[in-house]
């Protein structure tokens, strides 16, 4: 049920949750293969997580593998290396963003702890928001040196798309789209 994931993160997701939820379960093997997902599932269901934990896994250990020397691909680049956005997590409201940016630190630093514990490389991505809140400093600093996971609003996904910010979201391979019900009709 966790063999999608590296040993560190079954360790972290065994300890701090038990078993998987059902959304969880049926989720991820849709994830994993690369295809569009809809996760429809009440609340507290661990959509989000579900969401993320691929992304997470894939993040920390399969691109750290790549990043030791003698690896012959020069388009692998370790995380905070300017490769771009890799994991786009766009929420309408700002608030929700907040929350989720906050709450991805649990899981992002548990895993951390138990790859450490046990000796496994890994690299920790970087997360940043961009919203209308986020100051004009902030917001060159994650152009020149893009986070790997960016939370977003639409409207600052806008204002992405639409300025020479954009070749940041050029590496992305996942977006999540959460509450996607309220943005369908704009």
């Known amino acids: 049920m966790l063999d999608f994931f590296h040993t560190a993160v079954r360790t972290w997701f065994t300890k701090q ?5 059902r959304a969880q379960l049926e989720a991820w093997p849709a994830i994993e293969r690369g295809e569009h997902t809809l996760l429809l599932a009440p609340t507290g269901s661990g959509k989000t997580l579900a969401a993320f934990l691929i992304a997470i896994n894939r993040l920390m250990f399969e691109r ?12 692998d680049k370790p995380a905070g290396a300017g490769a771009g956005v890799s994991v786009l997590y766009i929420s309408p409201l700002k608030a929700l963003g907040v929350d989720v940016e906050r709450n991805l630190r649990h899981p992002l ?11 496994h490389d890994y690299t920790l991505p970087t997360v ?9 400093a902030e917001r060159r600093q994650i ?3 893009p986070p790997d996971i960016l939370i977003t609003t639409p409207e600052s996904l806008y204002l992405i798309l639409t ?16 509450e996607i019900h309220s943005m369908v009709e704009t």
């Open 17 to 21: 949750l038990g078993e998987p939820t």
């Open 64 to 75: 750290s593998i790549r990043a030791h020397p003698g690896d012959t691909d020069p388009t």
């Open 109 to 119: 630093l548990g895993i951390q702890r138990a790859a450490d514990d046990a000796g």
């Open 128 to 136: 940043a928001i961009r919203s209308g809140d986020t100051d004009p």
């Open 143 to 145: 152009a020149r040196t």
């Open 163 to 178: 300025s020479k910010a954009r070749q940041i979201l050029s590496n992305d391979d996942s977006i999540i789209i959460n």
